[in-house]
């Protein structure tokens, strides 16, 4: 059974950058056939895409945070992370790691993790 | 870049009722691309649907999915009381990749 599981610091000042790991279990990040994403749920909103990458490194990237937005790929280690800089109270939200199968959706979740940006 | 609206926003039933949840994309897409997804307070959503109508490992015959194009449906046909939870249709925008969700649709008691 795969299992990802996010972890990072829970409150982040404003302008600083937000840093999260997702770990993955129960199956290789290596596998050609997944994307691993990030994904975010602002408190009582929807859900939004951030971005997600193959295990080669190819990114895609949401438009509308590319500029501040890298993920990144730890093949060894099985895990892969998110890095939002220039943060502000509006990227305060829930933040998922989840796999991106070939038909495009999201099959396994992490449990989420709040990141609150505040000073 | 694909739009998907979901209506309506709140659906009050009761258990055993039929629920039926919309999701219109604001242009044609590919079925093999469509999910749904339920989530519940405090929980990471799960997989119900993709491909427009194949259920997910685990889900209840009661979901069922369908549609094409633009508009597409998610029916559960005598809810339970754990089906109350919110539930959002995701596509695949392929230019350039990126993955919409549609805004949500609440169904409570």
């Known amino acids: 059974q795969v299992q990802l599981q996010e972890s990072g610091p829970g409150l982040v000042k404003p302008s600083q950058t937000l840093s999260l790991t997702c770990t993955v279990s129960?199956?290789?990040?290596?596998?050609?056939?997944?994307?691993w994403s990030w994904i975010r749920q602002h408190p009582g909103k929807g859900l939004e895409w951030l971005g997600y990458?193959?295990?080669?490194?190819?990114?895609y990237y949401n438009p509308s945070l590319k500029s501040r937005l890298t993920i990144l790929v730890d093949t060894s280690k099985n895990q892969f992370s998110l890095r939002l800089s220039s943060v502000t109270a509006a990227d305060t939200a829930v933040y998922y790691c989840?796999?991106?199968?070939?038909?495009?959706?999201?099959?396994?979740w992490g449990q989420g993790s709040l990141v609150t940006v505040s000073s | 870049e694909i739009v998907l609206t979901q209506s309506p926003g709140t659906l009050s039933l009761s258990p055993g009722e039929r629920a039926t949840l919309s999701c219109r994309a604001s242009?044609?897409?590919?079925?093999?691309?469509l999910a749904w997804y339920q989530q519940k307070p405090g929980q990471a959503p799960r997989l119900l649907i993709y491909?427009?109508?194949s259920r997910a490992t685990g889900i209840p015959d009661r979901f069922s999915g369908s549609g094409s194009g633009t508009d597409f449906t998610l029916t559960i046909s005598r809810l339970e009381p754990e089906d109350f939870a919110v539930y959002y249709c995701q596509q695949y925008g392929s230019s350039p990749p990126n993955l919409p969700f549609g805004g949500g649709t609440k169904v409570e008691i």
């Open positions: 491909g427009a109508s």
């Open positions: 129960g199956g290789s990040i290596s596998s050609g056939a997944y994307y």
């Open positions: 989840a796999r991106r199968t070939n038909q495009k959706n999201l099959d396994y």
């Open positions: 242009q044609s897409v590919s079925n093999t691309n």
């Open positions: 990458i193959h295990y080669t490194g190819s990114t």
